[in-house]
C-alpha cells in the first residue's frame, strides 16, 4: 500500500476524532467486551490474527491523534509484532486491521476505537495518574474523598450557623419590642410604687433605731456611760433628778436623772447634802467620778468623816462634815 505521502486522499472522510486528541499518559482502555463476543470478528478471525489486531488497538491508543493508525504496512508490521516478517504480516493484514478505514488525513480510523477515544478524553480530567499497583493511590483516593467530605460539612455548619444568627436577631427584635411596650404601659405605676416603698423602709428604719436605743437605756442599769441626752419630748419637764443632774455635771460628776442611784439619793438626802459629798469626792479624786463614789461615801459617812479628818484639819473652815441623812419630804422616785 502506497505511503501517507504519495496517497491522494482529499476524497476521504472526515477523521472522527480531532486531530489534537494526545491520551498517551492515558493508561487505562475502555474495551467493551459484552460488544466484542456479539461481533462477527471475533468468530472470523483465528487466534494469530486476533492477537495482531489487540496489538493495533492499543497501538492505536498511543498516537496523535488517539485512536488512528499510520497508512504504511511496514510500520503496521512492526505495531502487530511481525517486525522483518513481511510475509507474516500480509496473511494476518485484513483481519488485523478489521473495521479501519482511510480518512482525509490519510490515517486509518476505527469507528468502536474513535468512540472509546471520546469517551476517554471527556474522562481524563478525573482519570488517575497513578498505577493502580501503587500502594499509596488507595490513600491518595481515601484522602480526597475525606477533603470533599469535610468541605461539604463545613458549609452545612456555615449554613446552619447562618440560619440560627438570623432566627436569634428576629428573636431580639422581638423581645425588644414586647419589652418596651410593657415597660412604657407599666412605668407610671412602677415609679409611684418605688417612692411609697422607700419612705416605708425609712419609717421601719426609724423605728428599730428608737427600739434599739430604748433597751440599750434600759440594759445599761448602773454601769451608765455617757450617751447623748433623749429628746425634750420624751423627758419631764421638770424634775428634781435633772437639775440636780446639771449641778453634779457642772462640777464634773457623771450623772444622769434615769440612774437608779441618782434617784435613791434624792429619795433619802437633800440637795445640799448630796452637793457637800460631791465636793469632797472631787477634793480626793478629781474630776470625772462616777455619781456611785458619792453614793457609797453618803451610804458610810463614818468612814467618809475619818478618812476626811486630815483634810478637814488642812483645809479649815468651812465646815464640809456630812450630818446623818435626813428624810426628805415628796419622793421623787420613779419605778422603771
Known sequence: MPSDQELDCSGFPLPPVPADIDLRS???????????????????????????????????????????????????????????????????????????????????????????????????????TSSPSDPRAKDRERLRRWREAQREKARQENAQSNRTEESHSTQADETTETFQDRFTETFHETAETFHIKEREREREGEETLRNVSETFHEMAGETF????????????????????????????????????????????????????????????????????????MLKDPGRSSAKGAKNKQADGPPNRQLIPPVAVGGSHYVKL
Open 26 to 128: 492515558y493508561q487505562w482502555m475502555k474495551l467493551d467486551l459484552s460488544r466484542l463476543h456479539s461481533s462477527d470478528f471475533i468468530h472470523l478471525a483465528s487466534n494469530e490474527e486476533f492477537g495482531a489486531a489487540v496489538k493495533l488497538w492499543t497501538e492505536s491508543m498511543r498516537q496523535v491523534p488517539a485512536g488512528s493508525l499510520p497508512n504504511d504496512d511496514k510500520i503496521l508490521a512492526c505495531l502487530a509484532g511481525y517486525r522483518g516478517s513481511p510475509r507474516r504480516w500480509m496473511k494476518v493484514r485484513t483481519m488485523a486491521l478489521h473495521g479501519f478505514s482511510l480518512c482525509s488525513d490519510g490515517r486509518l480510523y476505527h469507528p468502536v476505537l474513535a468512540e472509546m477515544v471520546l469517551d476517554a478524553w471527556g474522562n481524563k480530567t478525573q482519570q488517575p
Open 225 to 296: 456611760h455617757e450617751t447623748p441626752q433623749p429628746e425634750p419630748s420624751q423627758m419631764p419637764a421638770a424634775t428634781r433628778e435633772g437639775a440636780l443632774c446639771k449641778k453634779l455635771r457642772a462640777l464634773g460628776v457623771r450623772a444622769a436623772p434615769h440612774m437608779v442611784v441618782v434617784q435613791e439619793m434624792c429619795t433619802r438626802h437633800s440637795d445640799e447634802h448630796i452637793l457637800a459629798a460631791a465636793e469632797i469626792a472631787l477634793e480626793k479624786k478629781g474630776s470625772g467620778i462616777h455619781v456611785g463614789y458619792i453614793a457609797a
